[in-house]
Antibody, heavy 126, light 110 residues
């Protein structure tokens, strides 16, 4: 059974940093792209970042570029999101998700996020 | 990276069919047959219901179907049931390894 378990959320002051983790099990973690998606309280879903199987390609939504860093440790079956210079608008539940892709000619296109964790809440407030 | 546009709410009676639209642009929905749909029950993580516009993952009821025309994708729920009451989000691949979600639709079963 595929399982994704996020951790690391909590209360942080504006301008602070936090690192989220996602522990994966039940599948070959190193074979899949992975994504982070967030949801502000009472709001919709927002894709945040994704990372290729080997960690060599990473992509971000404009709102977090230069502040967030996605990474992975395939030996530990773990995904991470390092968040810095946090703002009130980063307050959200952060989900990790397995990102399914078609790859052809070096281009990988996402067809869906087929498994999600339960999420971890990040609150940015003074 | 603007969010795709969905109606805020859609409602229907048990047994009826409802359709949720998802409008993007020629840079996302219109360029790729890679729209997915997610169901989110209150307090729960999203669940993949449709991928590649019209395909259902194993275990998803065939009452859920998807389609696309131009820059607009649609999710239809047939034979509406009380358990279908939830929020629904579309998502499209938008090129350069980026995904964009829709604004979300609350489905109410009357």
């Amino acid at each position: 059974e595929v399982q994704l378990v996020e951790s690391g959320g909590g209360l942080v002051q504006p301008g602070g940093s936090l690192r989220l983790s996602c522990a994966a099990s039940g599948f070959s973690f190193s074979s899949y792209w992975m994504s982070w998606v967030r949801q502000a309280p009472g709001k919709g879903l927002e894709w945040v970042a994704n990372i290729k199987q080997d960690g060599n390609e990473k992509f971000y939504v404009d709102a977090v570029k230069g502040r967030f860093t996605i990474s992975r440790d395939n030996a530990k079956n773990s995904l991470y999101l390092q968040m810095s210079s946090l703002r009130a608008e980063d307050t959200a539940v952060y989900y990790c998700a397995r990102d399914r892709r078609y790859c052809s000619g070096g281009i990988c296109q996402s067809w869906g996020l087929d498994h999600w964790g339960q999420g971890t809440l990040v609150t940015v407030s003074s | 990276q603007s969010a795709l546009t969905q109606p805020a709410s859609v409602s229907g009676s048990p047994g009826q069919s409802i359709t949720i639209s998802c409008t993007g642009t020629s840079s996302d929905v219109g360029s790729y047959n890679l729209v997915s749909w997610y169901q989110q029950q209150p307090g729960k993580a999203p669940k993949l219901m449709i991928y590649e516009g019209s395909k259902r993952p194993s275990g998803v009821s065939n009452r859920f179907s998807g389609s696309k025309s131009g820059n607009t994708a649609s999710l239809t729920i047939s034979g509406l049931q009380a358990e279908d009451e939830a929020d629904y989000y579309c998502c499209s691949y938008a090129g350069s390894s980026i995904n964009v979600f829709g604004t979300g639709t609350k489905v109410t079963v009357l």
